[in-house]
């Protein structure tokens, strides 16, 4: 097998396990997870491979064409970027398998569960992978519906389905604004593939489509990316068990956008427009999800708004188009990965091991659940930006980038600080208050989280810290070339835990200084907070549910107009709409029919069997009794069946007199147990317009058939039908040869409907009067009732 | 002969049309019934009219002796003459059961599937 078979192999890989999951769960239990882990480290292996590649800034393409038709192809695109991602996907994939075998051990739907997840890897994978437009799409899509399997996953539970759909509709319909911004840039340059499209890059920014491009793109990167004001739906997310919101919400899914707007930096990137838009709804993301993350008691709730705030960081750093400020995005984006990823971990730990996740309910831990205690300090620590965790390299590179003292950037530095510090007190808010100060009794007796609980964010943890100290190594294999590959150009990664002076580390001795004290008087600012909220009284979450309602409000509404329920309403549209459509066009293309000529030598016999016709079809309408009706409808059958035989065809007439006997006469039964009378009983203003759109039709269909006889007649059918009826078919009468030879499947259809007619009638027939009338009644409980 | 074809199937559509739009179920059924006919017309004058010689062809031949009329639109109305019957029998038997269950010939006051003041759809998750 050659490597892009592999590669192909190791993104299908996920979906495949995704299969077996369920039954692997049926036997082993939560077992399976230990099976199923191997899925993601078989993928984290096969990508590690091609870490030497990419250390030397090489780029691994390939793939297979999809739709050759419009140039389309399944194709990835392996650089620094994806490949951190990549590694990202799988590795804390595979810790995140684990700890879902723990976390929901005993669950009934474990399995499927377990599907569901490995079906999410495949597609954020699959969405990293992808180098050619529309795979990303696909992927990007798969993301927003695997997230919403997984958040609905207790969908017993109002709340959950909630938050399924919110999730659904937000960063599903960002997916649609994504596929506009990328339609554009396809039509664009005629390029579809992302390794391609950089070299395009003057002429998208030149174009007049270019804050078109931007501003879908951006549709598709903030929903996703859970930026203000589409943030509300991240927190909602965390109604899905804890691995979820480990993984999706914190680790990898939400990443998405930023992933996005990384990888089309060297192409949109760079201009005015990036650099205000970006900073502007990242800076504004950073400080109200730190906010209301401080105001929240909910340990996933308080981790939920500060990805909020932290993903709000990345977003600005991305846009902020100074030196080092791509490096910092690289950075603090792993460091995020690392620690949000084991602190919501450890919040699943003491919820699932406590029974309570309010951070108010919670106490003295440190001594029943010391493992825990130590990877959530650690994870905090990386999270707070203190050394020697890799959170601290990444706050120094952030400041770096943002202290370049011009006036833009002192504005950008003060909100990070303020962001940092607050995004500082909710980190040791969760991973220190719960373990310190006196013992508070829990709704279970709480003891050390099992194995496969402390397994993932213990290796997240140590992740964490290793990282750090092995800078050097890292910077040459991961970050330096995600960096480069973001910026489109060669950049290197320097920074180490080595000490330096310099506004860095002044304004992250800062960060901590305000931390501390933010720390200390947090339910001062808890309830300030609160206050705040309670006097706007609106936010997004709300109006959410407002356009929701007004959603199904406006489609019942417009439902209710367009069918009313009134068959004569349908009846009249449908036929005005034939009059106009028989009419209307005729007369616009200047296609009527010229003056039609009509033949002087009618013979008299003709002509009185047309006249007969006439007179049973006026009197079928004017008839006062049922009788005459009946009479009159079949007057006017027998006319036709008469002009058939005149006009050579027999076979037709027969037909038509047999049917039209036995027509009158069932009519005739059927009327005399109806006993209603035929006449029609509305007022004439009523009866007018339907005479009105009655003759328009008629006159129509006149006026076309004049047409379509004027035209010279393609004998091609006919004649071929003489020419073989006899010599193939061995028939005389061409007529019965068409139907049961020529066309006998037809026909045999045509005895189908017959069967099938003559069958519902039997029931219609047979069915009893007393089912029929509860039926009409409309109360499904009679039927039970009288049983 | 055709024009004449066309006016003659004018009329019978315009009768139909003007029967089905009545809101009285027998009525709709006399107009279903002039339809079929007023289409098989429609269909016979597409073929173009030929007077009194049926697509027969005579004893030792192989193919008819002179011009004959159109067999193709024949043979299909010959199946949509069975198929209309069909159905018209059927709309028959459905609305004596729609009157015999719900007492009316009215299509207005027959509201069981859409009833008027239907309550608002649920506004819930």
């Known amino acids: 097998m050659s490597v892009a078979d592999l590669t192909f192999l190791a993104l299908l890989l996920p979906f495949l396990g995704a299969i077996v999951a369920p039954l692997l769960t049926r036997i082993l239990g939560h077992n399976a997870a230990w099976v199923l882990a191997l899925v993601p480290v078989a993928i984290f292996l096969h990508f590690t491979g091609f870490s030497a590649e990419i250390a030397r800034g090489e780029v691994v393409t390939g793939g297979y064409a999809w739709v050759p038709s419009f140039q389309v192809r399944f194709s990835w695109l392996i650089d620094g970027l994806s490949l951190t991602f990549m590694l990202l996907i799988s590795g804390i994939g595979a810790l995140i398998v684990l700890y879902s075998g723990g976390y929901l051990k005993g669950h009934p739907h474990q399995g499927r569960f377990f599907s569901f997840l490995l079906m999410f890897m495949g597609s954020m994978l699959g969405l990293v992978a992808s180098d050619s437009f529309l795979m990303l799409f696909v992927f990007w899509e798969l993301t927003s519906i695997t997230s919403f399997l997984l958040i609905g996953f207790d969908h017993q539970r109002e709340a959950a389905r909630r938050a399924a759909l919110q999730a659904l509709v937000v960063t599903g319909g960002g997916g649609l604004f994504l596929l506009a911004g990328l339609i554009i840039l396809w039509n664009m340059t005629g390029i579809n593939q992302f390794s391609l499209l950089t070299a395009f890059a003057p002429q998208v920014k030149a174009s007049p489509l270019y804050l078109a491009a931007l501003v879908l793109v951006l549709g598709g990167a903030f929903t996703k990316s859970a930026q203000f004001p589409f943030h509300f739906w991240l927190p909602n997310a965390m109604e899905a068990p804890t691995p979820v919101s480990a993984y999706l919400h914190s680790a990898t899914m939400v990443k998405a956008g930023v992933y996005l707007l990384m990888r089309l930096y060297p192409v949109l990137g760079g201009t005015p427009a990036w650099q205000i838009i970006l900073p502007v709804f990242g800076a504004t993301t950073l400080i109200i999800g730190a906010l209301l993350a401080v105001r929240q008691t909910d340990l996933k709730l308080m981790l939920a708004y500060t990805t909020v705030s932290s993903l709000g960081l990345l977003v600005l750093l991305t846009g902020f188009g100074a030196p080092y400020a791509i490096e910092a995005a690289a950075l603090y984006l792993l460091a995020h990965s690392l620690f949000k990823g084991a602190l919501f971990m450890v919040a699943g730990c003491i919820d699932h091991e406590t029974g309570t996740r309010d951070v108010t309910r919670l106490g003295g831990l440190r001594f029943a659940m010391p493992l825990t205690f130590a990877i959530a300090l650690a994870s905090a620590a990386s999270m707070g930006g203190l050394p020697p965790f890799f959170g601290f390299l990444a706050k120094e590179e952030v400041y770096t980038a943002l202290s370049a003292f011009d006036g833009r950037a002192i504005i950008f530095a003060v909100l990070a600080v303020v962001g940092n510090a607050l995004m500082f007190a909710a980190a040791f808010a969760v991973a220190l208050k719960p373990f310190i100060g006196k013992r508070i009794e829990t709704p279970k007796a709480a003891h050390e989280a099992p194995v496969l609980l402390w397994l993932g964010p213990a290796v997240l943890a140590l992740k964490g810290l290793a990282v750090a100290l092995l800078s050097g190594t890292v910077h040459e294999l991961i970050t330096s070339p995600m960096a480069s590959a973001i910026a489109g150009e060669a950049r290197v990664v320097t920074i180490s835990l080595a000490p330096h002076i310099g506004v860095p580390a002044a304004l992250s001795t800062l960060t901590v200084l305000l931390g501390i004290g933010v720390y200390l008087r947090l339910a001062r600012l808890r309830a300030a907070i609160a206050a705040a909220l309670a006097a706007i009284g609106w936010g997004p979450d709300r109006g959410f549910d407002q356009a929701m309602r007004g959603l199904v409000r406006l489609s019942s509404a417009v439902t209710r107009r367009l069918q009313t329920g009134r068959l004569d309403i349908y009846m009249t549209a449908t036929f005005t709409l034939l009059a106009v459509v028989l009419i209307v066009p005729p007369f616009l293309y200047g296609e009527l029919a010229r003056a039609p000529v009509f033949p002087q030598d009618i013979p008299l016999h003709e002509l009185a069997i047309m006249a007969i016709a006439v007179i049973g079809l006026v009197a079928v309408v004017l008839a006062q009794d049922r009788l005459t009706a009946i009479v009159s ?82 004998t091609g059918l006919s004649d071929f039908f003489n020419q073989y009826s006899k010599t193939i078919a061995h028939g005389a009468n061409v007529v019965n040869v068409i139907i049961v030879d020529f066309r006998g499947t037809d026909t045999l259809g045509e005895i189908a409907v017959v069967m099938i007619a003559a069958l519902a009638i039997l029931s219609l027939v047979r069915l009893r009067a007393g089912s029929l009338r509860r039926i009409a009644d409309n109360d499904p409980d009679a039927e039970e009732a009288s049983r | 002969m055709e024009p004449v074809f066309a006016l003659l199937t004018g009329i019978f559509l315009t009768i139909a049309i003007y029967l089905m739009m009545s809101k009285f179920i027998i009525r709709m059924l006399m107009g279903v019934a002039i339809l079929g006919n007023a289409v098989n017309l429609l269909i016979f004058t597409s073929g173009r009219i030929m007077r009194e010689v049926p697509p027969v062809i005579g004893p030792g031949l192989d193919v008819p002796a002179g011009p004959v009329a159109n067999p193709l639109p024949q043979a299909l109305i010959l199946t949509a003459i069975v198929i209309s019957f069909s159905f018209f029998a059927f709309l028959l038997v459905l609305s004596w059961r729609a009157y015999s269950t719900l007492g009316t010939d009215n299509t207005d006051e027959m509201r069981v599937a859409e009833p008027d003041g239907a309550p608002p759809p649920p506004l819930g998750y």
Do not use: W
């Open chain 1, 633 to 714: 409808l079949g007057i006017q059958g027998f006319s036709v069946a008469v002009i058939f035989l005149l006009y050579g065809a027999p076979d037709l007439a027969f037909t038509q007199f047999m049917i039209e006997t036995l027509a009158v006469v069932i009519l005739a039964l059927v009327m005399t147990r109806l006993r209603l009378s035929p006449s029609d009983h509305r007022p004439l203003r009523e009866n007018l317009p339907d005479a009105a759109i009655a003759l328009a039709c008629g006159l129509g269909a006149t006026l076309f058939l004049i047409k379509v006889t004027e035209a010279p007649f393609d």
